[in-house]
């Protein structure tokens, strides 16, 4: 019911735009939370939109760096990666919660790539 998407391979200082469509699910009624997993590593919560009031929070990794957005038109969140480090390879992972503070997640997208790499 979400399909992550837009992953790839980017040199340092690039930018990547991910995206999470979802089909059957309506995203507004959700917090939406990026999450990702590097090789050997756990998984990171990166950034976090909310549904209420669109706050949206930022893993300090990131800050500055990664922008959260939602389109309600398409029901697709997107996740603007720009200054892109080796640090920031892994999959990511779009997922839904009913509030950002929340510890338990609802429904998960597939992963996305995202390889930083000269």
């Known amino acids: 019911q979400l399909q992550a998407s837009g992953g790839g391979l980017v040199q340092p200082g690039g930018s990547l735009r991910l995206s999470c469509a979802a089909s059957g699910l309506t995203l507004d009624y959700y917090a939406i939370v990026w999450f990702r997993q590097a090789p050997g590593k756990e998984r990171e919560g990166v950034s976090c939109?909310?549904?209420?009031?669109?706050?949206?929070y930022y893993a300090d990794s990131v800050k500055g760096r990664f922008t959260i957005s939602r389109d309600r038109a398409k029901n697709t969140v997107y996740l603007e990666m720009n200054s892109l480090k080796s640090e920031d390879t892994a999959v990511y992972y779009c997922?839904?919660?009913?509030?950002?503070?929340?510890?338990?997640?609802?429904?998960w997208g597939q992963g996305t790539l995202v390889t930083v790499s000269s």
């Open positions: 997922a839904t919660k009913e509030v950002c503070s929340a510890t338990m997640t609802s429904y």
């Open positions: 939109i909310s549904s209420r009031d669109g706050r949206r």
